[in-house]
């Protein structure tokens, strides 16, 4: 079973998708289809896509899987991570000023810097997007990112 499927995403792809398009004024991804064609396309994009949720040290709660090979880490240990772990403790504070400038612009689309797989390997992301998750009542569930470059620091 695929883990957009097992772990209950399709709901939360439309958070994704439905937040991505209010903030930045265009589709993420295809939205033809139903909403499980559009999660599974979502899931399978070329590009990373990662969401962390509300809890005062945000924990991980989706991730492409694009996003679980960069990390290098599967579902379940996804799951118990918090998003804070993706940047090494020195680069943290810059992540902290991103994500409160996020929360008080909606969205930025310029951000770059450096973070951390599960292996310790560090690699430069450049011309993120992060954006605020928005439910369908318009209550904050979380942020998102999405970056389709990157590059291995060690290589």
């Not at 139903?34 to 040290?57: C, I, K, M, N, W």
């Not at 918090?82 to 943290?92: I, K, L």
């Not at 992540?95 to 409160?100: F, I, N």
Request: charged residues 25%; hydrophobic residues 40%; without cysteine.
């Amino acid at each position: 079973m695929s883990a957009w499927i097992e772990h209950h995403w399709v709901e939360h792809s439309q958070i994704l998708l439905n937040s991505y398009a209010r903030w930045v004024g265009e589709e993420l991804v295809d939205r033809e289809g139903d909403v499980e064609t559009q999660a599974r396309r979502l899931f399978e994009a070329p590009f990373v896509v990662v969401s962390h949720g509300t809890q005062a040290d945000p924990l991980l709660n989706y991730a492409n899987q694009t996003a679980l090979d960069l990390w290098q880490v599967d579902v379940p240990t996804l799951l118990t991570m918090p998003s804070r772990t993706t940047a090494e403790p020195m680069h943290r504070d810059e992540r902290a000023r991103l994500l409160e400038r996020t929360t008080r612009d909606g969205y930025v689309d310029d951000y770059r810097g450096i973070r951390i797989a599960s292996t310790g390997r560090q690699f430069l992301i450049e011309r993120a997007t992060v954006w605020n998750l928005l439910d369908n009542d318009d209550q904050y569930v979380g942020q998102a990112a999405t970056f389709s470059e990157w590059k291995f620091l060690d290589d």
